[in-house]
Structure formats: C-alpha cells, structure tokens
C-alpha cells in the first residue's frame, strides 16, 4: 500500500517547482522558451535541513529565507538574478 504520510512543500515561489526527490525536495528552476516549458535543477533541500528551516521560521519569515535561499543557488550558478 503506497505511503499517505505527505510532508508541506516549501512555499511556492515565482518560477520555481519543488520536486519529491528522495528524502527532501529538488528545487527547479522554471522558464518557457518558444512556447515549450523548460526546467532545470539548482540545488536539493534536504529533509532534515528543511525541518530546521520549518522550526526557525514561519509564515512570511519561512517564505523570505525561501526566497533567499533560491537567490542564492542562482548566483552559485551564475544564473542571472532580477533585482
């Protein structure tokens, strides 16, 4: 019988998708070119590292670090990031 125990996504942000991968999540980075939707990986957030994330931060405070974090992992990337 397939596990239910379903674990909260981080907050959704603006061209990103969070992918079930392993014990954690992959964060994708999320763009359309010549009509087609195309994703690429930036970093996996760990299970336990998103737990520690989740007892520190709530609500706007969770969504910012997010937010932060992704910034982050595109500039580690040299993916360009808009101000």
Known sequence: MPQTDREEKPPPVAGIDWVRKGAGWDCKL?????????RTYLRHLGQKRW?????EFTGDELAAYISNWITEQKIRKGIEVKS
């Open 30 to 38: 999320v763009w359309f070119e010549n009509g087609e939707r195309r």
């Open 51 to 55: 737990h520690q994330i989740q007892a």
